[in-house]
């Protein structure tokens, strides 16, 4: 059965500490990983799709990073603007034809002014 | 480009009473997906159409039943409904082929009382 674990639950930065979020997953071969943004009471928003182990994204203030056992989320001088819950999701091969996404419980971020 | 759309925004039913849930996708995509995300919980897998078929369906009971139309439009019914089915109900859509993101709408929240 395919795993997703995000870590930490909560964080809290002040404006411009840069941190990482955490994304641990087990699946019998990665089709791809997923980031989203989502903000409180809305749907999920895309951030970013990683596939092999060593690739990365960049966007705006975030980068994500992909290794073959989790995935990092990167935020470099956050904003309050940042503040939100962070998903990751991971589509696997095991599931053969089928791409539905197996989310972890997110990481809650405030960045305080 | 719109997004994926959904109505209504929000909905509130008796127990026992049936739920209908509707999502219009991004135009191109043939593939639809319905998540529910009760309070506290992460995203959970209910329901994946495309072209008009069902392609797999998450661990959820039968009362939980929906269809794709011509128009790759979806409807979500939920019957006999309980307290417990309580949540946002979220619905993505995706392109053909493997390589492919999901793009979220901004959900339903129905309140069974």
């Known amino acids: 059965e395919d795993q997703v674990t995000q870590s930490p639950e909560a964080l809290r930065l002040q404006e411009g500490e840069s941190s990482s979020l955490n994304c641990s997953y087990t699946?019998?071969?990665?089709?791809?990983l997923f980031w989203y943004r989502q903000d409180p009471g809305k749907g999920p928003e895309f951030l970013f799709t990683l596939y092999s182990a060593g690739e990365e994204k960049e966007k705006e203030r975030l980068k994500a990073t992909l290794t073959k056992k989790e995935s990092f989320l990167h935020i470099t001088a956050p904003k309050p603007e940042d503040s939100a819950t962070y998903l990751c999701?991971?589509?696997?091969?095991?599931?053969?034809?089928?791409?539905?996404?197996?989310f972890g419980s997110g990481t809650q971020l405030t960045v305080l002014p | 480009e719109a997004g994926v759309t959904q109505s209504p925004t929000h909905l509130i039913k008796t127990r026992g009473q049936q739920a209908t849930l509707r999502c219009s996708p991004i135009s191109g995509h043939t593939s639809v997906y319905w998540y529910q995300q009760a309070l506290g919980l992460g995203l959970q897998f209910l329901l994946w159409y495309d072209e008009g078929e069902e392609r797999n369906r998450g661990n959820f009971p039968p009362r939980f039943s929906g269809r794709q139309f011509p128009n790759y439009s979806s409807e979500l019914n939920v019957n006999a409904l309980l307290l417990g089915d309580s949540a946002l109900y979220l619905c993505?859509?995706?392109?053909?082929?493997?390589?492919?993101?999901?793009?979220f709408g901004q959900g339903t929240r129905l309140t069974v009382v």
């Open positions: 993505a859509s995706s392109r053909q082929g493997a390589r492919t993101e999901a793009f």
């Open positions: 999701a991971v589509q696997s091969l095991s599931s053969g034809s089928a791409r539905q996404l197996t």
């Open positions: 699946v019998s071969g990665l089709r791809g």
